[in-house]
């Protein structure tokens, strides 16, 4: 019996000691990562020649270490209530959120999963360094930074394999997304805070009204206007957040796109004078705006979850 005490506690310390991975996207193994494809702005770089070595840290390949983060359950969230109506305060992830019942819905089974929305940009969009060939090679950070690259690009690729498998076409998207972020600009002028509700989450809805509360108190009138058609649209970035350990289908789609176009803008004061920007003139604008669908719900669309400041 000493020597099972022992034994369960020599394990108990190597449990302890050893960390938890955090990512929380299965993956396929190491064969299987051939179907990402150029076609969807989501490349490799030059890491397709580096040594075998790189996809292996401490003893378990990459593909390994982010399938035992997915069983981890560090960023899947789990509620018996309406997400958006949870107090989501920051940007930043969050771990699994759970609330219980009242005893008397436990017991009538009146309780029912319901999320509308996970509330949060996953990993929001950032620009990073450019690094050249001879230290991506020989140095030790730019090995380091190849490997973050590329489990970047692969849950980027992971995600859209899975939105494709719902019939997930890019150049429908592209077109759709295109109507939304004019839409969206428009309603945001003639600051009609009712009609801009159904295509943005609830979070997003909060900011966007407080814009327009504090540009009526400047300005009484804004044209907004975009010249098509348009310079570039881009995916930069796709992210699944899983909501259900048990079932991989239960999960939403985080697209972060870039658009690149020329605009005009005039704002106008109470007597309908001009007092900022020029109809007449043309500007160029980049926005970086997330895009957000469920899954899981019959009858999802996307809306706009969020939009990145570089």
């Not at 997930?168 to 002028?189: T, W």
């Given at each position: ?62 593909f390994s270490r982010l399938y035992e983060g997915h069983n981890a359950n560090t960023h899947l969230l789990r509620s018996i209530m309406i997400a958006e109506s949870l107090p989501f305060t920051s940007d930043k992830r969050l771990a699994t959120t759970k609330v219980k019942a009242p005893p008397q819905l ?102 966007l009204k407080n814009e327009i509360k504090q540009r009526e108190a400047i300005w009484d009138g804004v044209h907004w206007e975009m010249i098509e058609p348009v310079i570039k649209i881009k995916t930069l970035q796709a992210r699944l957040i899983g909501i259900d350990r048990t079932d991989l289908k239960k ?60």
């Amino acid at each position: 019996m000493a020597l099972v005490r022992r034994i369960h506690t020599v394990r108990s310390l190597l449990r302890t000691a050893i960390p938890r991975e955090t990512s929380s996207l299965p993956v396929h193994n190491g064969n299987d990562f051939s179907w990402i494809q150029i076609g969807d702005d989501f490349r490799f770089g030059c890491w397709r020649s580096y040594h075998s070595s790189l996809f292996h840290v401490h003893g378990k390949s990459v593909f390994s270490r982010l399938y035992e983060g997915h069983n981890a359950n560090t960023h899947l969230l789990r509620s018996i209530m309406i997400a958006e109506s949870l107090p989501f305060t920051s940007d930043k992830r969050l771990a699994t959120t759970k609330v219980k019942a009242p005893p008397q819905l436990q017991k009538t089974g009146a309780v029912r999963v319901s999320m509308v929305s996970p509330g949060f940009v996953y990993e929001p969009y950032a620009l990073r360094e450019n690094i050249s060939i001879w230290r991506r090679c020989f140095t030790r950070s730019g090995w380091q930074r190849t490997k973050e690259d590329f489990i970047r690009e692969l849950r980027s690729a992971y995600a859209i394999a899975k939105l494709r498998k719902t019939g997930y076409s890019k150049n429908s998207f592209y077109i759709e997304a295109l109507e939304l972020y004019k839409e969206i600009n428009i309603l945001m002028a003639n600051g009609d805070k009712k009609t801009i509700r159904k295509n943005v989450t609830e979070r997003m809805y909060s900011a966007l009204k407080n814009e327009i509360k504090q540009r009526e108190a400047i300005w009484d009138g804004v044209h907004w206007e975009m010249i098509e058609p348009v310079i570039k649209i881009k995916t930069l970035q796709a992210r699944l957040i899983g909501i259900d350990r048990t079932d991989l289908k239960k999960a939403f789609i985080q697209l972060t796109l870039e658009f690149l176009t020329k605009q005009k803008f005039e704002a106008y004061d109470s007597k309908g004078n001009v007092v900022a920007g020029d109809k007449k003139k043309e500007v160029l604008v980049r926005d970086i705006w997330v895009f957000e669908k469920s899954l899981f719900h019959t009858g999802a669309y996307w809306r706009l979850c969020g939009r990145i400041k570089l």
